[in-house]
């Protein structure tokens, strides 16, 4: 991103973000994506990105959007 970590941090403050918070966000997308998306295992979506445990990929999951990682994929699969 050519900027250092400082800058980055107050260009987030700014916004009304912080780092993880933002990592939150763009994880939770990208495993809407996947569970909607695909046939992968929670499993394997929780560790494609980076949760060392589907626990926690389901904890951080439902904390986000409300639901559970499996709910969220049957509601997709009903509305097909």
Same mark, same amino acid.
């Given at each position: 991103?050519?900027?250092?970590?400082?800058?980055?941090?107050?260009?987030?403050?700014?916004?009304?973000?912080?780092?993880?918070?933002?990592?939150?966000?763009?994880? %939770?997308?990208?495993?809407?994506?996947?569970?909607?998306?695909?046939?992968?295992?929670?499993?394997?979506?929780?560790?494609?990105?980076?949760?060392?445990?589907?626990?926690?990929?389901?904890?951080?999951?439902?904390?986000?959007?409300? %639901?559970?990682?499996?709910?969220?994929?049957?509601?997709?699969?009903?509305?097909?």
């Amino acid at each position: 991103m050519d900027t250092n970590v400082r800058t980055l941090q107050r260009t987030l403050n700014r916004e009304g973000l912080d780092y993880r918070g933002l990592v939150n966000v763009i994880r %939770v997308q990208r495993a809407r994506e996947l569970l909607g998306g695909t046939q992968m295992s929670i499993t394997d979506i929780s560790s494609q990105l980076g949760y060392s445990a589907p626990a926690n990929f389901a904890r951080a999951f439902r904390r986000i959007t409300g %639901v559970a990682p499996s709910d969220f994929r049957m509601f997709c699969r009903r509305s097909l």
